[in-house]
């Protein structure tokens, strides 16, 4: 095998297809997760369309469970799904964790769910922001962007990049993969709003759903 080829194999090996990853359903995914961010000090998170899985209500996760799963004709094990899911929120809570997650406005308006489940989330969302692990930030609606509000990514204690596709997801982990999202991370901060703001655009998405 030559280097090239060597390079092409270690870089497929960082890619995950939702065919192979889902065959069992999203429960064993989600397991990995829970071992994954076990092993993980530091999370940068951005989230441009949906809630962080971190910050996700039973309901909310359930019925992005169930669209990824119709989508996929992946086998529906949608409350073992969930119970996994919600089991690593506990980190949250545990001491020499911290969790920058950031969310555009968008998701916070995506009716990925019925109304009623999008509201208990957003109510939610505002009783966690005041958790010791936790900087929350938005990037409203109305905040100039450098970069395009796009791609979701997680970036663990700076060793491991991880975006998804519609086809699968990918875990990069060469040095400068890793450094260009956390720039863009970093670029995309810049735009966010924290504390109180961040609590108002929440608190503004939430009485939308009500006026509705």
Not at 63 to 87: C, G, Q, W
Not at 128 to 157: R, T
Request: glycine share 2%.
């Amino acid at each position: 095998m030559t280097t090239d080829q060597q390079k092409l194999k270690a870089f497929e090996s960082q890619i995950r297809p939702w065919q192979s990853q889902l065959s069992s359903g999203h429960r064993p995914v989600q397991e990995n997760w829970y071992a994954t961010i076990e092993q993980t000090r530091v999370v940068h998170a951005w989230e441009e369309s949906i809630v962080d899985g971190m910050l996700q209500t039973a309901d909310y996760a359930r019925h992005i469970f169930l669209r990824y799963a119709e989508m996929r004709n992946s086998p529906r094990d949608t409350d073992a799904a969930v119970h996994a899911r919600l089991k690593r929120q506990a980190m949250l809570h545990q001491p020499g964790r911290k969790f920058h997650i950031l969310m555009w406005e968008a998701a916070l308006h995506a009716l990925i769910c019925p109304p009623a489940v999008l509201a208990a989330q957003l109510d939610h969302l505002a009783s966690v922001m005041d958790v010791d692990s936790l900087e929350l930030g938005v990037v409203p609606f109305h905040a100039p962007l450098k970069i395009p509000a796009a791609n979701s990514f997680l970036i663990l204690d700076d060793r491991v990049a991880v975006t998804e596709d519609w086809h699968a997801e990918l875990w990069l982990d060469d040095t400068d993969t890793i450094a260009t999202y956390l720039k863009v991370w970093n670029t995309l901060q810049e735009s966010a709003v924290y504390g109180t703001e961040a609590q108002s655009v929440i608190n503004r998405a939430r009485r939308s759903i009500s006026s509705a």
